[in-house]
């Protein structure tokens, strides 16, 4: 469920051990007044549960969490009928679990720690489709995911991307969401999604931010603008 129905608040399901952390979220989140936490969740069983009866827009989901864990948690969610927009909360201790919740689904990376503007543009980017990372993430995440990309590979993929399609990736890269790309670039939401797709498959890439850490990774897609 990639955006809200009617204009309504965007729904938040958030998830982590840290009762604290979760109040201190839901608050932050919900003074921005387009934002409700529709419910809370200690564990990857009660994520679960609670995304399947609610059916949110978001998910923001701890990895570290006791019994079901967030990963094993994001897996299934994202194997639902409608399934949420998923980020990951996390510190910067991050962990081989990154390469993992990407192909699982996630569509972002949040630092519990971030500024209140921060996560509600977040989650308000993920509810409008789009895919973000912390820029604090971004430098740590490159390194441990260029150790397993090909390079060259990956610049000649994006070199082979038509000059509109290299722009969606750029604005891609840059979080935005396909309602921005399209007000940018002067194209409906639906051409918008459909370049969208074409880049995902061109690239290999199975959602936005692996698409986004390719185009950060490769020098001179910026050109293209």
Do not use: C, W
Not at 15 to 26: F, S, T
Not at 61 to 71: A, H, S, W
Not at 108 to 113: E, R
């Amino acid at each position: 469920m990639a955006a809200t129905d009617g204009g309504g608040p965007i729904q938040v399901v958030l998830a982590d051990d840290e009762p604290m952390l979760r109040r201190g979220l839901k608050v932050m989140l919900e003074s921005s007044g387009t934002i409700e936490v529709v419910s809370e969740a200690g564990d990857g069983h009660g994520l679960l549960s609670q995304v399947r009866a609610h059916r949110p827009h978001v998910a923001l989901i701890d990895v570290q969490m006791p019994g079901k864990d967030g990963l094993t948690a994001l897996r299934e969610v994202a194997r639902l009928p409608e399934p949420p927009a998923s980020a990951v909360l996390t510190t910067f201790d991050l962990d081989d679990y990154v390469a993992d919740a990407l192909r699982f689904g996630a569509q972002g990376f949040l630092l519990k720690d971030a500024e209140p503007e921060v996560l509600v543009r977040a989650v308000q980017d993920l509810a409008a489709g789009g895919a973000v990372l912390d820029p604090r993430i971004t430098a740590r995440l490159l390194p441990r995911l260029r150790v397993t990309s090909d390079n060259a590979r990956e610049l000649d993929l994006v070199k082979a991307l038509s000059a509109r399609e290299r722009q969606v990736l750029q604005l891609l890269a840059d979080g935005r969401s396909n309602a921005d790309i399209g007000s940018r670039l002067g194209l409906t939401e639906a051409t918008v999604k459909s370049y969208v797709s074409t880049v995902l498959s061109k690239l290999g890439a199975q959602n936005r931010v692996q698409a986004a850490l390719i185009a950060q990774r490769v020098s001179g897609v910026g050109g293209a603008r």
